[in-house]
């Protein structure tokens, strides 16, 4: 017997399916990461009122029958518009890239009410304010610590060494800094770009807008949280590229 549920949710993505279906990602607050087939999606002005553009976010109304690998996606009433998103490239493309990061980083029909609101919070401060190489920083930190994929940064992961004048590596196998005493892999991470992570992971994403990264210290930052990333998932990131070539043409704020 089908059941239905109804649930907050964030669409991470849509794709067309056959003539007028399609296909849709959502994170809901209430059932995690799903797979829903939106029948009719494509013509219905009514019950997908406001579309199903990246990162909508709104109240989904689903079907779920027992053997079905997607649920069906039976309305959609978005509650939150992003207007900005639509018609700014860069806060467009790091839109794409949170999506992106929720859709592999979190386990499928796992419910994360705290990652929802972290996400839901960044979509805010990404329309109201634009792109921010820092605020994304801020993001990634909250993301992998709320999912418990969190780098250590502020000691070595190894032994616990928290004096500030010891050398660092970079060890995602080990879970993020290592002093040089119990590293036996990794890259070095320099103290400007440790310390910036240490703070980093305290700011909140509304404040983060106020913070200043140098070019190289961002990279460092960067290079370290993706190396973490991907050590939690499988395939490349393919917002990452896309962005890399915006930041090339001087039209984004993440590399």
């Keep these: 017997m089908a059941s239905s549920l109804s649930t907050p949710a964030i669409v991470l993505r849509a794709v067309n399916y056959g003539e007028a279906?399609?296909?849709?990602?959502?994170?809901?607050?209430?059932?995690g990461r799903i797979s829903a087939l939106a029948r009719g999606a494509r013509k219905s002005q009514r019950r997908f009122a406001g579309g199903l553009g990246l990162c909508a976010v709104g109240v989904a109304s689903l079907r779920e029958r027992p053997g079905a690998d997607l649920l069906t996606l039976e309305g959609f009433d978005t509650t939150v518009s992003y207007p900005t998103l639509g018609t700014d490239v860069a806060r467009m493309a790091h839109a794409a890239y949170v999506a992106e990061l929720v859709t592999k980083l979190c386990a499928p029909r796992q419910v994360e009410r705290a990652v929802y609101g972290w996400l839901e919070a960044l979509l805010g401060c990404l329309d109201a304010e634009g792109a921010s190489a820092e605020r994304l920083r801020v993001f990634e930190l909250g993301l992998l610590r709320g999912l418990g994929f969190g780098p250590v940064v502020d000691r070595c992961a190894a032994c616990g060494e928290t004096?500030?004048?010891?050398?660092?590596?970079?060890?995602?196998?080990?879970?993020g800094a290592?002093?040089?005493?119990c590293a036996r892999a990794g890259r070095p991470i320099t103290t400007e770009a440790r310390a910036a992570l240490i703070h980093l992971s305290q700011v909140s994403l509304p404040d983060a807008g106020r913070e200043r990264l140098s070019a190289d210290v961002n990279r460092d930052c960067r290079e370290s949280l993706l190396e973490i990333i991907n050590h939690h998932i499988s395939?490349?990131?393919?917002?990452?590229?896309?962005?890399?070539?915006?930041?090339?043409?001087?039209?984004?704020?993440?590399?």
């Design 21 to 31: 279906d399609r296909i849709v990602t959502l994170f809901g607050r209430e059932t």
């Design 235 to 255: 395939g490349p990131l393919k917002s990452v590229e896309f962005i890399a070539k915006l930041s090339a043409a001087g039209q984004g704020g993440y590399r």
């Design 163 to 175: 004096a500030p004048e010891t050398a660092y590596r970079w060890d995602p196998d080990r879970g």
């Design 178 to 181: 290592v002093c040089t005493g």
